[in-house]
């Protein structure tokens, strides 16, 4: 069974960083693609940043390109959202997701791709 939670949100001034976690339990090596996900009051959830499974690499919004960098600590079975250059429009609550197995490019921004989620974490950013 696999069990996600994410920790480490917060707030920070615009131009700061955090760095989020999404601990995971149930995991096997790289069977599962990671998704961070966010959601802001009054909008629809938003894809953000994948790991796929595998030497697939990783998948960014264009929103947080060259911001925003998700990595895996395999040894602490944590994945991570690194964020720097944070700005008021990345305020939101940020969920992990898991799939068991490989997604292709499309389907990476799917909820319904996603059987597992965290609880979420709030990051607030600061004019």
């Known amino acids: 069974e696999v069990q996600l939670q994410a920790s480490g949100g917060g707030l920070v001034q615009a131009g700061g960083s955090l760095r989020l976690s999404c601990a995971a339990s149930g995991f096997a090596g790289n069977h599962y693609t990671i998704g961070w996900f966010r959601q802001a009051p009054g909008r629809e959830r938003e894809g953000v940043s994948f790991l796929r499974t595998g030497d697939r690499g990783t998948v960014n919004a264009d929103s947080v390109k060259g911001r925003f960098t998700i990595s895996r600590d395999n040894a602490k079975n944590t994945v991570y959202l690194q964020m720097n250059n944070l700005q008021p429009e990345d305020t939101a609550v940020y969920f992990c997701?898991?799939?068991?197995?490989?997604?292709?490019?499309?389907?990476?921004?799917?909820?319904?791709?996603?059987?597992?989620w965290g609880q979420g974490t709030q990051v607030t950013v600061s004019s």
């Open positions: 997701a898991a799939h068991e197995g490989n997604l292709i490019i499309s389907s990476l921004w799917a909820i319904a791709s996603y059987e597992y």
